[in-house]
């Protein structure tokens, strides 16, 4: 599992965004990182590319309809 | 004749539709109310008496012509101070914006307009939408109807407030992790998140566009659907809206259903942590179903516990870009909890959030075909924890903030990442008097449905006609 670090979160947002980040902010977002980054990885099989985010419209319109029970 | 503020929407749009009682006393009514009540609830953070006078007055005139009315005509509402009506103050809760007045109306702005509706001014809100509580560093916490020191959940927190304690007959809010559920669960009524495409967002403050939905609070089913139906639909000014067709929810709130149907429990997620009242209070809610001749079957629902790490990998690159800016130049004029909720999204990589968008419809088809080919609808707990204080929840950004963010949120978020409908429902209430409620969640674009079997459960429990105690 890859682990993000406060004070390159803090270094990385401040050279490309400008932003400050405190001290806490940074390893809030560090741990934020570390889940997101976990997560990521273990849907990472799951991709297939042709799967783009404009499907998703078309994939709501096809799951709209089921069968009622009774 | 009772106190109209205490009549339901439907019941305000008969009375005015017949004349028994005109747009303008309707409207003086929820003034004098808003009054009274506004040094207590914190609810508005402008309210617009002259612009809403001559609406009802208006509104009169156009039935004193015998000209056709809409299903709202003459009736009060008021919205989330986030829902841009030209020239028309639109704070979105924050100092940054407080003077800003849209140029152009937002979509369903101009539909409720169409339906008749008056508007009585800018609902307080979570700065920005951020926020699960209610509370507010720049217009004040807003406050719950059934006991002013509990939280009126967020971040439609004025919406809750207002329409919870008869300031207004029915608002819009929005929910990007359960903005509209939670405080329609707190507040005792009934709110409906709808399939993530099926309102047009168009002049409505954006916080995630992915997961940003749009809908009413109401305090009844139908008042709900009325509202919702108004709404809902295509839009050819925002692209992303769906062109399926739109239901009449409102028939189907007048059609109760439950007899035949399944409905599913979740066994894994949705109670952890959960508190034994709000269990118990679940359970009473499944009995009732069930003696409506529900059938009752138990689900492991997939995935659930990592949908909150992809809604975070969608909704920080979305929202922090559209805050960039203001983060950069003037980061002090964020509320402490709102700006350290904001920040994390300005590191999230490019290829993270694509890849979080590109899961998604596998995610969405995973669940929808595991859970509703099991069952018709999905019932889960809006909040599995009783209604908390303003005071223990007001925690800025201090380091518990985020631990009880996830704790308020728990039983919401995952259905925004997943775009489906979710109706909250009152329960009855948990030993501290405030209200709890649970969530009907269905197939996309499954809403009719979702209103049918609420106004089942409400035929047969009538939470819905409880009533704070506030004069």
């Not at chain 1, 401040?14 to 990885?41: F, I, K, N, W």
């Not at chain 2, 017949?18 to 109310?33: P, V």
């Not at chain 2, 704790?407 to 990442?417: A, E, G, K, S, V």
């Amino acid at each position: 599992m890859k682990r993000f670090e406060a004070e390159q979160v803090r270094d990385q947002v401040q050279r490309t965004t400008g932003a400050v980040l405190s001290e806490a902010s940074s390893a809030r977002t560090a741990r934020m990182l570390t889940a997101v980054s976990a997560t990521l990885d273990r849907y990472a099989g799951d991709s297939l590319f042709d799967t783009e985010p404009a499907l998703l419209s078309t994939t709501l319109s096809s799951l709209r309809n089921g069968s009622k029970s009774r | 004749m009772s106190d109209p503020v205490h009549w339901t929407l439907v019941e305000a749009a008969d009375a005015v539709d017949s004349g028994r009682i005109s747009s303008r006393e309707l409207t003086e009514a929820c003034l004098r109310r808003i009054e009274t009540l506004q040094p207590i609830l914190n609810c508005f953070i402008h309210v617009d008496a002259e612009e809403a006078l001559a609406e009802a007055d208006a509104a009169d005139s156009r039935r004193a012509r015998g000209e056709p009315l809409g299903p709202l005509h003459g009736v009060p509402l008021a919205h989330k101070d986030m829902y841009y009506a030209a020239g028309r103050l639109s704070t979105c809760g924050s100092k940054i914006r407080k003077d800003f007045r849209p140029e152009e109306s937002g979509t369903v702005m101009e539909r409720l307009s169409a339906a008749g509706a008056v508007h009585l001014g800018g609902l307080n809100m979570s700065e920005f939408a951020v926020g699960p509580t209610g509370h507010n560093a720049h217009w004040g916490h807003c406050r719950n109807p059934w006991n002013p020191a509990h939280v009126t959940g967020g971040s439609s927190s004025g919406s809750g407030s207002a329409v919870g304690g008869r300031l207004a007959f029915a608002a819009l809010g929005s929910d990007t992790g359960g903005s509209i559920r939670l405080p329609a669960g707190i507040c005792g009524l009934v709110g409906i998140k709808p399939t993530q495409t099926r309102v047009s967002r168009n002049g409505v403050m954006g916080l995630s566009f992915s997961l940003d939905s749009v809908g009413p609070l109401a305090r009844t089913v139908r008042d709900c659907a009325r509202v919702f139906g108004i709404v809902a639909g295509h839009d050819p000014k925002d692209p992303t809206s769906s062109q399926e067709p739109v239901d009449d929810y409102e028939a189907a709130a007048c059609r109760p259903e439950v007899k035949g149907l399944r409905i599913g429990v979740p066994t894994n997620y949705y109670y952890d942590g959960a508190a034994d009242e709000v269990r118990a209070l679940m359970q009473q809610s499944l009995k009732a179903f069930a003696d409506l001749g529900a059938e009752i079957v138990e689900i492991e629902i997939p995935d659930q516990e990592h949908i909150g790490d992809l809604a975070a990998a969608t909704m920080g690159p979305e929202s922090g870009t559209l805050h960039h800016a203001w983060l950069r130049d003037r980061p002090e004029d964020y509320g402490p909890q709102v700006r350290a909720r904001l920040e994390p999204g300005l590191s999230t990589p490019g290829t993270w959030y694509l890849r979080a968008q590109q899961i998604r419809p596998q995610m969405v088809r995973r669940f929808v075909e595991n859970v509703f080919s099991r069952c018709d609808v999905l019932h889960l707990p809006t909040l599995n924890v009783p209604v908390p204080t303003v005071e223990e929840t007001d925690l800025g950004d201090g380091p518990d903030f985020a631990r009880m963010v996830a704790r308020m949120t728990h039983c919401t978020r995952p259905l925004n990442y997943l775009t489906v409908p979710s109706l909250a429902v009152p329960a009855g209430f948990t030993a501290n008097g405030l209200p709890a409620s649970f969530q009907l969640a269905g197939r996309p674009f499954g809403e009719a449905l979702l209103f049918s079997v609420a106004a089942a459960y409400e035929a047969a429990t009538d939470w819905t006609s409880c009533r704070p105690a506030l004069g």
